[in-house]
C-alpha cells in the first residue's frame, strides 16, 4: 500500500497587526485539520501578522507580540499535525520574512525568504533582511521545501531545495491582485515544477489590506505541470491535499479544481472585497456617498450595496441650481433599483451664502472655476458633517480617469475615507457598468438585475457647476484620453511613443501637463482597490515638486 500524507491548505483572511485573531482562525483551522486526519497544516505567508506590515514589522514591542503569541500558538497545537505558518523572525535592526514550523509545542524548523520583492507594491529590501537558501523540512515521512513566495519565481532556490533531498515543494504567498496576475503566477510555478520534477503547492493569502487584495486562488501542480487542485479565487477554504508515495516520488492525488473568474468579474470583487475588508477591518461597517446621477457615483453606489448591503448604504443627492431635472430623476432610480436610502440635502443656499460672504474679497474679479469648485466644497462639507454625525464612512467616486489628470476638486469631490474606483478609467467604469447590470452571484450583497440605468450609463458625462457643462469641455474624449493616460502612466510611453500612435502632440503635453500638475491631489487622496499593476499609491510614485516634462518627438 502506497505510503500517503495529508497537507491541508488554509486559505484564509489574515487581519494586518490582529495577531490574537489570526492564531484564533489559526488554531480552528488547525483542529479541523487534525478532525480531518492531516499530517500537516499549511497558511500563507506572513498569516499571524498579516500582510503587509510596512514599518509596523519593526517596532520591538511587535516583535516581542509576535513572538509571545507564536509561542501559545505552538503549545496549543502540540498534539496533532505540524502547523506552518508565516511571521516575522527577530533580526536586529529589522527582522526576516519567515516562515515556521510548528512540531510538539514547539517551533520545531523556520525558514527565511532569501528573495526580497522590491517593485511594484513591495519594499521588502526596506523592512527584512535576506536569509540565506535553506534546506528541505522533515514532516512526518516527507521532506518538504519551502520557498517563501519570491522564491518560487527564481529557480536557485527551488533548485537548492530539490537538491538536498526536497519531495515537495510548499509555497506560502502573500501575492496581492492585479489583473491578469493569475496566468503569471500559473506559468512561472509550472516553471518550477518542470526544472525539479516535484510536485508544487502554492498557497495564497485571501482578503483586502488598504488599497491591495489577496485573491487566493490557490492550486496544486504535479510533475509535469499537471493541475491538481484550483482552490477558488478571493473565498476562505480549507482544503486537504492527499500525496502519495511511488516509484516517481510524492505525487498528489487529483481533487477539485473550481473555474476562476474572467478579468471582469475579478476587477469587480476586487472593489467589492477591497470595500468590505476596509470597512470590516477598520470597524465600519455603513457608507455614505453623494449620489450625483452620473456613471461614477452610481457605480459606487452599486459596489457599496454589493459589499455592505444595500441597508448600509446612505446615498445622498446634494442638488444645486445647475443640477438637472435628468440627473434628480437618475440618482432616484439608482437608489431606488439598489435598495438604499436616499437623502436630498439642496446646496443653493449654502453657495449663495458663501459668495455673498467672499464678496467683498472677490470684487473686480470674474466668476469662474473658484465659484464652481465652492460647490463641490461645500458637498464635501455635507456629507463629511453626515459621516461624523452617524458613523458612516465616506466613499469618494472619482475613477483613474478624473484622478490622473486632476479632474476632482480637492476638499470637495475628492474628501472622503476610501474610493472604490480609484484605478478604473472611465471607458472600464462604463463597461463595469454594463458588466453588472448582466451579472450576479452570491457574494453580491445587492440585488441582481439591471441596477444602473443605461441613460446613467450611455449620458455625456458632466459635474454641473455650471450652465451646459460636459467633461469634454475641459477634456479630451474618454476614450482617446484613457488610451493616452494608459500609455503614459500604465506604459511609462514617451509622449513621441503617444503621438506615433496617431494621437495630436497638442493633447498629449496637455495631458501630460495635468498629470504632473495633479500630483499633490493625488498625495492627499482616499486609498482605493488597486487593479493593475500602475495604481496611484504604491505602484506609482512620483515627486510633488517636478519641473520635468517630456520633450521627445518634438521638430
Not at 518560487?152 to 491578469?180: C, K, Q
Not at 466668476?367 to 458637498?379: A, F
Request: proline share 6%.
Amino acid at each position: 500500500m502506497a505510503e500517503r500524507f495529508r497537507l491541508s491548505l488554509a486559505q484564509l483572511n489574515a487581519t494586518v497587526g490582529d495577531l490574537e485573531g489570526n492564531a484564533a482562525l489559526a488554531r480552528a483551522a488547525w483542529a479541523e485539520a487534525k478532525a480531518a486526519g492531516a499530517d500537516m497544516v499549511a497558511f500563507p505567508e506572513m498569516f499571524l501578522t498579516g500582510y503587509q506590515l510596512q514599518d509596523l514589522v519593526k517596532k520591538p514591542a511587535f516583535d516581542a507580540d509576535v513572538s509571545r503569541v507564536l509561542a501559545r500558538l505552538a503549545a496549543d497545537c502540540a498534539d496533532g499535525p505540524a502547523l506552518g505558518i508565516g511571521g516575522p523572525l527577530p533580526g536586529g535592526d529589522k527582522p526576516f520574512n519567515a516562515y515556521f514550523v510548528l512540531q510538539g509545542g514547539k517551533v520545531a524548523a523556520q525558514v527565511l525568504k532569501h528573495h526580497l520583492p522590491n517593485y511594484n507594491v513591495f519594499d521588502e529590501k526596506r523592512y527584512y533582511h535576506a536569509g540565506d537558501p535553506a534546506g528541505p523540512v522533515r514532516v512526518g515521512p516527507v521532506r518538504i521545501g519551502i520557498p517563501i513566495c519570491e522564491d518560487a519565481w527564481f529557480e536557485d532556490v527551488t533548485e537548492t531545495l530539490a537538491e538536498t533531498g526536497a519531495e515537495i515543494l510548499l509555497v506560502p504567498n502573500g501575492s496581492p491582485y492585479h489583473r491578469g496576475k493569475m496566468h503569471q503566477r500559473q506559468a512561472i510555478m509550472v516553471s518550477r515544477v518542470i526544472e525539479t520534477g516535484l510536485p508544487l503547492v502554492y498557497l495564497n493569502l485571501i482578503g483586502g489590506q488598504d488599497d491591495q487584495v489577496f485573491d487566493g486562488a490557490s492550486f496544486v501542480l504535479n510533475p509535469h505541470g499537471v493541475l491538481t487542485h484550483q482552490m477558488p479565487a478571493f473565498a476562505p477554504c480549507l482544503t486537504h491535499v492527499d500525496f502519495e508515495s511511488g516509484p516517481g516520488g510524492w505525487q498528489a492525488v487529483p481533487g477539485d479544481k473550481v473555474a476562476l473568474p474572467d478579468d471582469w468579474e475579478a476587477d469587480y470583487r476586487v472593489m467589492v472585497e477591497a470595500l468590505r475588508d476596509y470597512f470590516g477591518k477598520t470597524g465600519f461597517s455603513k457608507a455614505v456617498l453623494g449620489l450625483s446621477g452620473g456613471v461614477d457615483s452610481a457605480l459606487v453606489a452599486a459596489l457599496a450595496a454589493d459589499a455592505l448591503g444595500p441597508d448600509n448604504v446612505r446615498c445622498v443627492m446634494l442638488p444645486s441650481r445647475f443640477t438637472s431635472a435628468v440627473s434628480l430623476e437618475d440618482a432616484a432610480e439608482v437608489a431606488r433599483r439598489l435598495g438604499t436610502r436616499l437623502d436630498t440635502v439642496p446646496i443653493a443656499a449654502a453657495h449663495a451664502t458663501v459668495l455673498d460672504t467672499l464678496a467683498p474679497l472677490f470684487a473686480g474679479t470674474e466668476p469662474g472655476l473658484t465659484e464652481e469648485n465652492i460647490q463641490s466644497r461645500l458637498r464635501g462639507v455635507m456629507l463629511m458633517a453626515l459621516s461624523n454625525k452617524f458613523g458612516e464612512m465616506l466613499l469618494t467616486t472619482g475613477n483613474k480617469s478624473e484622478v490622473a489628470v486632476g479632474y476632482a476638486t480637492i476638499y470637495g469631490d475628492m474628501a472622503g475615507g476610501y474610493n472604490p474606483i480609484k484605478d478604473l478609467y472611465k471607458t472600464r467604469v462604463f463597461e463595469t457598468c454594463r458588466w453588472r447590470n448582466t451579472h450576479h452571484f452570491d457574494w453580491m450583497k445587492g440585488p441582481a438585475g439591471e441596477v444602473i440605468p443605461p441613460r446613467v450609463i450611455d449620458k455625456p458625462p458632466t459635474a454641473e457647476l455650471r450652465e451646459n457643462q460636459k467633461d469634454e469641455d475641459s477634456l479630451p474624449p474618454y476614450e482617446v484620453l484613457d488610451v493616452i493616460l494608459e500609455m503614459l502612466i500604465d506604459k511609462e510611453a514617451s509622449v513621441a511613443d503617444v503621438v506615433a500612435m496617431g494621437h495630436d502632440r497638442a493633447t498629449v503635453k496637455k495631458v501630460e501637463h495635468l498629470i504632473y500638475i495633479s500630483e499633490y491631489k493625488r498625495f492627499q487622496s482616499a486609498p482605493g482597490a488597486r487593479l493593475t499593476e500602475r495604481a496611484f499609491w504604491l505602484d506609482r510614485r512620483y515627486p510633488i515638486v517636478n519641473r520635468w516634462r517630456d520633450g521627445s518627438g518634438e521638430s
